[in-house]
């Protein structure tokens, strides 16, 4: 079976400082994988998606930046927080294509102050 | 704009009654899903619709599509108290494989 790791659970980290995230999927393989961005009481806000190795699309301009070292691994990051990059952070990944769901990971709660 | 919206924003009900929430979008999809969150934590997948039919069960959830309108329901039958989470429509469009978008989410409550 298939499984999605994402560390760490919380971060705080201050303004100006360097960030990343980590996400791991077991079980499959060439899976799609994405960053959600959820603000409080908000829905998912899609940051990054995969379709393979090294191949990174970007949905918004913003602070941040992805990377796929490794087909089953998925990192988000910055080089300096800024406050509003503040929220919770979703990795998930899909079997690719249409008509299939996604598996989230539990989430990465992160406090810019 | 947010290619879902669901309506209503929150719902409060007891157990026992049924719960039923609303998305619409707004350009034409391949899929529809709803996906569950508890608070703090990941999205569970609950059911995919897709564009060609109209109605899916599975155990108590019951989701329509009315393409036509581009709408869709969920309803929660016989709620119980662990049914309280936030709920999402996710939208896979056409012309965006692969990706979905998500909406605002309706919270619900079940009070036993």
């Known amino acids: 079976s298939q499984t999605i790791h994402q560390w760490p659970a919380t971060l705080v980290q201050p303004v100006g400082s360097p960030l990343s995230l980590e996400c791991t999927v077991e079980?499959?393989?060439?899976?799609?994988l994405y960053w959600y961005r959820q603000a409080a009481g908000r829905g998912l806000q899609l940051l990054f998606y995969?379709?393979?190795?090294?191949?990174i699309s970007s949905e918004v301009p913003q602070n941040l930046s992805a990377s796929r070292p490794q087909d089953r691994q998925f990192i988000l990051s910055s080089k300096k927080l800024l406050l509003s990059d503040s929220g919770f952070y979703l990795c998930?990944?899909?079997?690719?294509?249409?008509?299939?769901?996604?598996?989230f990971g539990p989430g990465t709660r992160l406090t810019v102050l | 704009s947010q290619q879902g919206e669901e309506d209503p924003q929150a719902l409060s009900i007891q157990e026992g009654e049924n719960a039923t929430m609303n998305c619409s979008y707004k350009?034409?999809?391949?899929?529809l899903q709803w996906y569950r969150q508890n608070s703090g934590r990941g999205l569970v997948h609950l059911i995919l619709?897709?564009?060609?039919?109209r109605e899916k069960h599975s155990g108590r959830l019951r989701v329509t599509l009315d393409t036509s309108k581009k709408s869709s329901s969920l309803l929660i039958t016989a709620s119980r108290a662990a049914d309280t989470a936030s709920y999402f429509c996710?939208?896979?469009?056409?012309?965006?494989?692969?990706?979905?978008?998500f909406g605002a989410g309706t919270q619900v409550v079940v009070t036993p």
């Open positions: 619709i897709r564009s060609n039919e």
């Open positions: 079980g499959t393989s060439n899976p799609n």
């Open positions: 998930a990944w899909s079997f690719g294509g249409s008509y299939n769901e996604e598996f």
């Open positions: 996710a939208t896979d469009k056409t012309d965006s494989w692969g990706k979905l978008q």
């Open positions: 350009t034409s999809i391949n899929n």
């Open positions: 995969s379709v393979g190795i090294g191949q």
